[in-house]
């Protein structure tokens, strides 16, 4: 088994910063492709970023495109997502996932997911 760990949430104003940091152990997570997923309440779960094994290959949500940037330190165990220019609307749970065995933009895909931070954006 393994487990994904999320860190880094908190209150920003809007058009500020955040970085979530997501600490993976227990698996081969180095060698996965992992992802980010919000959801914001009474809503359903949704795709923000996903990045392969590699980081060659990084597909993000056009809501996120050009705000968001996904990263991960394989050596490190490590996933980041920073947020930037963020809005009222990026408020949501952020949970780390990992190992897609379908459509990445599908949450059903995911086997693994860490407990969620919470990203609070004050208007």
């Known amino acids: 088994q393994g487990q994904l760990v999320e860190s880094g949430g908190g209150l920003v104003q809007a058009g500020g910063s955040l970085r979530l940091s997501c600490a993976f152990s227990?698996?081969?997570?180095?060698?996965?492709?992992l992802g980010w997923f919000r959801q914001a309440p009474g809503k359903e779960r949704e795709f923000v970023a996903v990045i392969s094994w590699s980081g060659a290959s990084i597909f993000y949500h056009e809501s996120v495109k050009g705000r968001f940037t996904i990263t991960r330190d394989n050596a490190k165990n490590t996933m980041y997502l920073q947020m930037s220019n963020l809005k009222p609307e990026d408020t949501a749970v952020y949970y780390c996932v990992a190992d897609p065995d379908g459509s990445w933009r599908d949450p059903n895909s995911y086997p693994y997911w860490g407990q969620g931070t919470q990203v609070t954006v004050s208007s």
């Open positions: 227990g698996r081969t997570f180095g060698s996965l492709s």
